[in-house]
């Protein structure tokens, strides 16, 4: 499997605490890597460092081999690197379909033709697009509720909205903080299937930060344990729960 994304001794340094300390990891395509650590162990930092909105301290952040670390969170986001956000704000007086569609860049026409009939294809590239983003709910049992108005969805229901958006792009990488948060059991399975279609029908590579130890277990391919900052475990899930680094770091024993 090709490495889509490679982080190299990521660190971020905040008035003397080291929030992130020299921390490497590897995602692959398909692949769903979770980040898992007690609070303040750096996770959310791992991710603003990684889509650029804190400025790393030290290390390379490097998709498909070019370093995008230090890059604006626009420029990391169109280079492929996406997020979700524990609270994304989806516009709520837009309906989900118009939401979603906030999520579709339309290219800019570039050539004399396209300046001529820059219309029609402006005419054709929205439709297309409308047409992705209902194909997208579809996929992703939310196509009833395309005409609803995003603030009158459950909460779960608007993350699953979020990340829909998030995905109509079709990034490479996709970066979800905590998606499952306050969802219901049921709409944490529908979550968990959105996270496995993403990967085995698209190929997305997906970091994940979830607290729902049950989600991390059985939806991620490896986790990344942190604890103050430093990565203090790697690997399968098996390997992690066997793992007495991870117990002391949870249980706060040595
Ligand atoms: N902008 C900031 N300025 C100063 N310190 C910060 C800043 N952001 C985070 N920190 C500190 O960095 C450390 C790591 O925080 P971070 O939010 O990354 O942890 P976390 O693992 O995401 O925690 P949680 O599970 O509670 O969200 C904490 O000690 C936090 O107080």
Redesign the pocket.
């Known amino acids: 499997m090709t490495d889509l994304l490679t982080v190299e001794g990521l660190s971020?340094r905040?008035?003397g605490?080291t929030?992130?300390d020299a921390v490497s990891f590897r995602l692959s395509e398909g692949q769903v890597r979770a980040v898992i650590?007690?609070?303040?162990?750096?996770?959310?930092?791992?991710?603003?460092a990684i889509s650029g909105y804190?400025r790393p301290s030290a290390g390379r952040v490097l998709l498909r081999g070019q370093d995008v670390a230090g890059d604006s969170p626009h420029a990391i986001a169109g280079h492929g690197i996406r997020r979700t956000f524990?609270n994304g704000g989806l516009f709520p007086a837009l309906t989900v379909l118009e939401n979603v569609l906030t999520g579709l860049t339309t290219e800019t026409p570039g050539s004399f033709l396209d300046l001529l009939f820059g219309r029609r294809r402006a005419l054709e590239a929205e439709r297309a697009a409308i047409a992705k983003a209902r194909a997208l709910l579809e996929l992703m049992s939310m196509g009833h509720m395309a005409d609803a108005r995003a603030g009158s969805l459950s909460g779960g229901q608007q993350r699953i909205v979020e990340i829909i958006r998030t995905v109509a792009s079709e990034p490479p990488v996709l970066l979800l903080d905590?998606p499952a948060v306050g969802l219901s059991p049921v709409a944490r399975a529908q979550m968990m299937e959105i996270i496995a279609r993403l990967t085995g029908e698209k190929g997305v590579a997906v970091l994940l930060?979830e607290?729902a130890v049950e989600l991390v277990m059985a939806s991620a391919d490896r986790i990344l344990v942190?604890a103050a900052?430093k990565r203090i475990a790697e690997g399968t899930p098996d390997e992690i729960r066997a793992d007495r680094a991870v117990l002391e770091a949870y249980l706060g024993h040595a």
């Open positions: 971020v905040f008035a605490l929030a992130l650590g007690p609070n303040g162990a750096g996770k959310t930092t791992l991710f603003n804190v524990q905590e930060i607290h942190m900052g």
